[in-house]
């Protein structure tokens, strides 16, 4: 990162709010906007004290803030760096593949393949999902990364009456949509999604390199044909350096109040 950024890290000395606290959402503006953009390598708490004019104790106080807020990590090999990383929102908002958006967030993906196996459901299980009675899926658990770092676990459950022998060709470590365009000439037309804020559990937070109970976002996804199929239904979790930023319209906050019978306030 260029020096002369560093200088848009700034202070009001006038301000009642301390200097470490206004150093910490300086720094965090500065990562939202993507003037510091994600692996970016930050000035030490000695350099960026000097900068400031200001005690290094503020500057390591506003760092291990933003350290424990996730947005920046400390490495004995780089110093701190940006961890905030944002897949779009239009991942989760239109049909954009996993693979695509790690790649327009500028980093080399990859895809790890924990599981992948054909699993037959029961009846309920099956309808709950989408799919009709007796449906055998192949069910596949991977890991996509950016610059080999975990980014989000995603598991798909998949049709074989459509898919035909796709248990035997795939082999886990091909991006999906564009597995099933070249191989089954289907596209992933539509896509619906559902998301929440949840907490890792044990076996999730290992898997992610992530903390238990740590903060992430779990998707729950369904995926339609050209031909109005359900070809994938999908749940993932994105790791704690995922932040989502939902895009909430005016009629649907009045739909909201309204249905929950919500009196208004102006």
Same mark, same amino acid.
């Given at each position: 990162? !260029?020096?002369?950024?560093?200088?848009?890290?700034?202070?009001?000395? !006038?301000?009642?709010?301390?200097?470490? +606290?206004?150093?910490?959402?300086? $720094?965090?503006?500065?990562?939202?906007?993507? /003037?510091?953009?994600?692996?970016?390598?930050?000035? /030490?708490?000695?350099?960026?004290?000097?900068?400031?004019?200001?005690?290094?104790?503020? /500057?390591?106080?506003?760092?291990?803030?933003?350290?424990?807020?996730?947005?920046?990590?400390?490495?004995?090999?780089?110093?701190?760096?940006?961890?905030?990383? +944002?897949?779009?929102?239009?991942?989760?908002? !239109?049909?954009i593949a996993i693979y695509d958006a790690i790649i327009a967030l500028g980093l080399k993906p990859s895809i790890e393949c924990i599981d992948k196996k054909v699993v037959e459901l029961n009846d309920f299980e099956l309808q709950k999902m989408g799919f009709n009675s007796g449906e055998k899926l192949l069910?596949?658990? !991977?890991?996509?990364?950016?610059?080999?770092?975990?980014? $989000?676990?995603?598991?798909?459950?998949?049709?074989?009456? $459509?898919?035909?022998?796709?248990?035997?060709?795939?082999?886990?470590?091909?991006?999906?949509?564009?597995?099933?365009?070249? +191989?089954y000439n289907l596209k992933a037309k539509l896509s619906f999604r559902v998301t929440k804020a949840v907490n890792l559990s044990s076996k999730l937070a290992v898997l992610l390199g992530e903390r238990k109970n740590a903060a992430s976002i779990e998707s729950t996804n369904k995926v339609y044909d050209q031909y109005d199929r359900l070809i994938d239904y999908g749940q993932s979790h994105t790791t704690s350096s995922y932040y989502f930023q939902a895009l909430v319209t005016r009629e649907e906050m009045l739909d909201y109040y309204q249905n929950e019978h919500i009196p208004l306030t102006t």
């Open positions: 990162m !260029r020096s002369d950024r560093f200088e848009s890290i700034s202070i009001d000395r !006038r301000s009642a709010v301390s200097y470490d +606290e206004q150093i910490k959402e300086s $720094i965090k503006a500065l990562i939202l906007d993507q /003037t510091f953009y994600y692996q970016a390598l930050l000035p /030490t708490p000695q350099q960026l004290s000097k900068l400031l004019n200001v005690d290094v104790d503020f /500057t390591e106080k506003a760092y291990k803030k933003l350290v424990k807020e996730n947005y920046i990590k400390y490495s004995d090999f780089q110093g701190y760096t940006v961890a905030y990383f +944002e897949l779009t929102n239009y991942f989760f908002y !239109r049909n069910y596949i658990n !991977r890991i996509y990364k950016g610059n080999d770092k975990p980014i $989000i676990m995603l598991e798909n459950y998949i049709p074989l009456s $459509i898919f035909k022998n796709m248990d035997k060709k795939f082999q886990g470590i091909e991006p999906l949509n564009a597995y099933m365009d070249k +191989e």
